[in-house]
């Protein structure tokens, strides 16, 4: 058996987690960030609200690093392509909502990070399309010597290979990046905000990007108490 509802799934797995709601899938990727890359295993180190409004004080997560609490908002994109008729069509991520709504009348930011995920995949609009690429990205993978699991839980180590992962620090959402930044794929090296990305196969570089956004936090002052943890 393949997909119960999509003729072109690989999997019942695949399938399930490939429609599962973009505000949880979301929040599951960051704890499997925050296990599986920083090696947090302290349950009470991760927070992570349920609830579509954030009910940690607005914000989506917490995290505790280093004895203090990063205020973190998750994102997720998979592929808005332009061109999508075109010989060469042009895959990009949408991350809305950084700094205010769409009417500009509920602010955000009270979050010391944005924790922005792009899914390496079509949107849910081409289903045959989705496992033609994954299909694809599993064989170069391998051509690399990578696993990438098509079946992956979404809080399993693998399911990051599918994923780019953005960890951009409060100020510089603020100060550098649009309200929601549409990203082209294929330039992301060449962007400004480059050195908060790292592809979900790159663990060092993931640790780097971290320790680098963290770092950028906590060049400014903590005005919040709750953001300092005690020691135990």
Known sequence: MKGILDEFAVSVQAEYTRYLDADLLGKIV???????????ENVESIKIALPRHAD???????????????????????????????????????????????????????????????????????????????????????????????SAWPH?????????????????????????????IRHIPKRADYEFFSWGYDIPRLREVWHHAIQVVDSQPVIDSQAICPAS
């Open 30 to 40: 960051f704890k499997n960030f925050a296990r599986n890359v920083l090696g947090i």
């Open 56 to 150: 940690l004080g607005s914000f989506d997560a917490g995290i505790i690093f280093n004895n203090r609490l990063y205020r973190t908002e998750t994102k997720i994109s998979r592929w808005c392509v332009q061109k999508r008729n075109k010989v060469n069509p042009i895959p990009r991520w949408s991350f809305s909502g950084l700094k205010h709504s769409a009417n500009k009348r509920t602010k955000r930011g009270n979050y010391d990070l944005v924790f922005a995920v792009g899914i390496d995949a079509p949107g849910l609009e081409d289903s045959l399309g989705y496992w033609r690429h994954f299909g694809s990205l599993k064989k170069a993978s391998k051509n690399e010597g990578r696993d990438f699991g098509l």
């Open 156 to 184: 399993e180590r693998e399911f990051l290979n599918h994923c780019g992962i953005y960890v951009f620090p409060k100020q510089f959402i603020l100060t550098s990046c649009a309200n929601s930044p549409c990203i082209t």
